[in-house]
């Protein structure tokens, strides 16, 4: 555990052009950041030495300017916003690591961070959705099961080809490390939702979680599937090992989940936006399969694709006709965030699917 906390160095360097004197060091930053967490009692060292933390400050004061309030958004600024936004949501999950990486799980310091950088985040992300148009739906019903019926099998696009028909075994290697960083963890958000009273709609989502975590048997469990094809490319089978690969529009998707979980009067929104991820889900399963098949890869290093192709198809009708459409009953008032969770959903893990190509891309070029 660290005693120190490294204050960044001055910016200011005369060997330096004024422009490049004001440019952040977020790599610098998120550095400083990670040590911070581990603090004992970061919250009073904070109030007693805020010094220490002036230049983390700065950082996410100008990253937020440059992501939110300027376009196009700086790609650098996004990627340390959701890095660090991570990296305070995590904690709200047991990862059975080192303890002390939960010192500061209730930091008022840490959720002050948080909030500071979901607020504009999400601003952001909501003025890219026409709201008062799903305000205005006839009906919530239909919108959703138009979207449904739309999304469950739409026609190849562009990305789509490419991970079928031209994607490298090097590429899809990517894809796993890439995936891996929430593909070994899977379905753990959805848990922060389960509690509560007992109906219908709660026991649909349990089934869904107990089939994600294969009825509480290891070998079963989805993400013991996802470990089984690292291994077989020999890569690690750790959660967070290829954390520096993944785009910080993938980060987004998960920083909102985290978000809508841990905020119940967000549970409309989480569960359209998780009826969006599993009826949409083995769409993007059957590209991974076919690029496998084609590339003649063994039966475990994709046999994940597989297992999920098959049991998300269900659990798509599931939470379309057991969850989404019962609610719409349930809270007829603000049944239209169903909608706008499902729109977002999709919104964000379209940006963040153009992301995984582009950086599978590039990493086959170099």
Known sequence: ?????????????????????????????????????????????????????????SA????????????????????????????????NLFWYDDLRRYN?????????????????????????IDVASLQKLPSVKQALRDRAAADV??????????????????GYRHLLAIA???????????????????????????????????????????STFFAQMLAEFDMSTEPEAYFDL???????????????????????RYNGGLTYFEVAGPVAYRNYLAAAQRLGLSQAAMGYWELHIKEDERHGRWMLDEVAIPLVDRYPQEAWEL?????????IGDRAAAAVVRSIQATEHN
Request: proline share 5%.
């Open 104 to 128: 500061n799980e209730r930091s008022q310091y840490l959720r002050s961070v948080r909030d500071r950088i979901e607020e504009p985040w999400q601003e952001w992300e909501i003025a890219q």
């Open 339 to 347: 909608v706008l969770g499902y729109d977002q959903e999709k919104l």
């Open 180 to 222: 891996s960083f929430d593909g070994l963890v899977e379905a753990s958000r959805l848990s922060r939702i389960l509690g509560g009273a007992g109906n219908e709609i709660q026991c649909t989502l349990t089934r869904v979680l107990l089939e994600e975590y294969g009825g509480g048997r290891l070998p079963r469990k989805h």
């Open 153 to 170: 099998d739409p026609p190849l696009n562009q990305s789509d080809r490419y991970m079928r028909e031209q994607m490298t075994a090097a």
């Open 246 to 268: 993944v785009p910080w529009q993938v980060l987004c998707g998960i920083n909102h989940n985290f978000l809508l979980t841990e905020r119940k009067r967000h549970f409309l």
């Open 60 to 91: 996410i004061a100008d990253a937020i300017q440059s992501a939110y309030q300027q376009e196009p958004g700086d790609e650098a600024a996004h990627r340390f916003l959701q890095r660090v936004l991570y990296r305070i949501n995590r904690l």
């Open 1 to 57: 555990m660290p005693n120190t906390i490294e204050i960044l160095p001055s910016s200011h360097s005369p060997s330096l052009s004024k422009k490049q004197s004001l440019l952040p060091n977020y790599e610098a930053a998120e550095r400083q950041f990670v040590d911070l967490l581990e603090v004992e009692d970061l919250d009073k060292m904070v109030a007693t030495k805020p010094l220490l933390v002036s230049d983390f400050e």
